[in-house]
T-cell receptor, first 112, second 112 residues
Framework: NAGVTQTPKFQVLKTGQSMTLQCAQD?????MYWYRQDPGMGLRLIYY???????DKGEVPNGYNVSRLNKREFSLRLESAAPSQTSVYFC???????????FGPGTRLTVT | AQSVTQPDIHITVSEGASLELRCNYS??????LFWYVQSPGQGLQLLLKYFSGDTLVQGIKGFEAEFKRSQSSFNLRKPSVHWSDAAEYFCAVRTYGQNFVFGPGTRLSVLP
C-alpha cells in the first residue's frame, strides 16, 4: 500500500497564479484533511472531508477551496496565490472509529 | 478554545541520555492525545496515542508517554536516545468531531 500520496512535492508560483494540490489515499479511509505547516505554528487545519461528498472549513480556510472527488481523492485549490500561502501542505486521512491520522509526505509551496 | 502547548522549541541531548518532551493541553473533557514525529522533509508519523485506560502508553521506537489529567499533560519520554531520533515532535489533541489541534512542535537534536 502507498498510504497517502501527494503531488507535486515542490511548486513555485507567482502571486495571482492558481494551482491544485492533489491527494490520494489507498486505505479506504472515510475522512481526509488538508493542513498547512508554518515554522513555530505546528499544523493548522485548512479543510476537511468527513466522508465522500462532504467538506467543511477548518481553522484557516480563506484563500482555499477543496474537492472530495471520490473516497480516495481530496484536492486543495488555490485560486489566486498570495505570498502568505507559502507553506508546506500536508494531506491526511483517518478511518473511524480509530482516531489517528495518516499523513502524506507534503507539498512545499513557494509563492513569489 | 482548545490549545496545545509544547514549552520547549528546541532540545539538545547526548546520545544515550534520557529524554522528556513536554506537552500541555487545554480542554474541558478527556481528550484523545497523540504524539507524532517528523523527520526532515517527511510527513508525520504516529508514535503513540492515548484514548482511555492505562495512563502510561507505549509507542514505537521505544517511546512512551504518560497522561496526567491533574496537570493536563501528556509528556513523551525515552530512556536512551539514539542519533536517529533527531527530528521534530508534535503533540496533538482531538477534542470533538474532526477537530484536531497540534502543538507548535519541539525540535530534538542529538549530540554524538
Amino acid at each position: 500500500n502507498a498510504g497517502v500520496t501527494q503531488t507535486p512535492k515542490f511548486q513555485v508560483l507567482k502571486t495571482g497564479q492558481s494551482m491544485t494540490l492533489q491527494c490520494a489515499q489507498d486505505m479506504n479511509h472515510n475522512s481526509m484533511y488538508w493542513y498547512r505547516q508554518d515554522p513555530g505554528m505546528g499544523l493548522r487545519l485548512i479543510y476537511y472531508s468527513a466522508s465522500e461528498g462532504t467538506t467543511d472549513k477548518g481553522e484557516v480556510p480563506n484563500g482555499y477551496n477543496v474537492s472530495r472527488l471520490n473516497k480516495r481523492e481530496f484536492s486543495l485549490r488555490l485560486e489566486s496565490a498570495a505570498p502568505s500561502q507559502t507553506s508546506v501542505y500536508f494531506c491526511a486521512s483517518r478511518e473511524s472509529p480509530a482516531y489517528e491520522q495518516y499523513f502524506g509526505p507534503g507539498t512545499r509551496l513557494t509563492v513569489t | 478554545a482548545q490549545s496545545v502547548t509544547q514549552p520547549d522549541i528546541h532540545i539538545t541531548v547526548s546520545e544515550g541520555a534520557s529524554l522528556e518532551l513536554r506537552c500541555n493541553y487545554s480542554y474541558g473533557a478527556t481528550p484523545y492525545l497523540f504524539w507524532y514525529v517528523q523527520s526532515p522533509g517527511q510527513g508525520l508519523q504516529l508514535l503513540l496515542k492515548y484514548f482511555s485506560g492505562d495512563t502510561l502508553v507505549q509507542g514505537i521506537k521505544g517511546f512512551e508517554a504518560e497522561f496526567k489529567r491533574s496537570q493536563s499533560s501528556f509528556n513523551l519520554r525515552k530512556p536512551s536516545v539514539h542519533w536517529s531520533d533527531a527530528a521534530e515532535y508534535f503533540c496533538a489533541v482531538r477534542t470533538y468531531g474532526q477537530n484536531f489541534v497540534f502543538g507548535p512542535g519541539t525540535r530534538l537534536s542529538v549530540l554524538p
